[in-house]
């Protein structure tokens, strides 16, 4: 990404009325515009660099944390189906009716009998 292109996201971003946090590989954040820094009541550089928990040992087990953790999981399991090869699914009715995943992975070719684990 240019330059120019971070300058622009980060003016939208900067911009937009709704909280945006965003994290990296880690779960760590590494950015957070104004409108986050008031729904959450700390400026961006109290929190940078530090995981959610870091940041808000206070918050865990509410419905922002819930969402957190889900967010998490639903990254874990797309990482370890894409890295297997697989892909995975999620439907739903609507809110409030539930969700259901579908994880498909490819199967694999059984073992010739002389790499058979104890052979």
């Known amino acids: 990404m240019s330059t120019l292109e971070r300058e622009n996201a980060s003016d939208?971003?900067?911009?937009?009325?709704?909280?945006?946090?965003?994290?990296d590989g880690e779960w760590r954040m590494t950015y957070m515009?104004?409108?986050?820094?008031?729904?959450?009541?700390?400026?961006r550089d109290e929190v940078l660099?530090?995981?959610w928990h870091q940041a808000f040992?206070?918050?865990?087990?509410n419905?922002?944390?819930?969402?957190?953790?889900?967010?998490?999981?639903l990254s874990l399991a797309r990482t370890l189906v894409e890295l297997h090869g697989g892909t995975i699914r999620a439907m739903?009715?609507?809110e409030g009716k539930g969700a259901e995943f579908v994880v498909s992975l490819p199967a694999l070719a059984p073992l010739a009998p002389q790499e058979q684990p104890g052979r």
Do not use: C, W
Request: hydrophobic share 40%.
């Open 12 to 23: 939208y971003l900067e911009g937009l009325m709704e909280g945006f946090v965003a994290y």
């Open 33 to 43: 515009n104004a409108a986050a820094e008031r729904i959450l009541g700390r400026r």
């Open 92 to 94: 739903s009715e609507g």
């Open 49 to 51: 660099g530090k995981t």
């Open 63 to 73: 419905p922002v944390d819930h969402m957190y953790q889900r967010v998490i999981g």
């Open 57 to 61: 040992p206070h918050a865990v087990g």
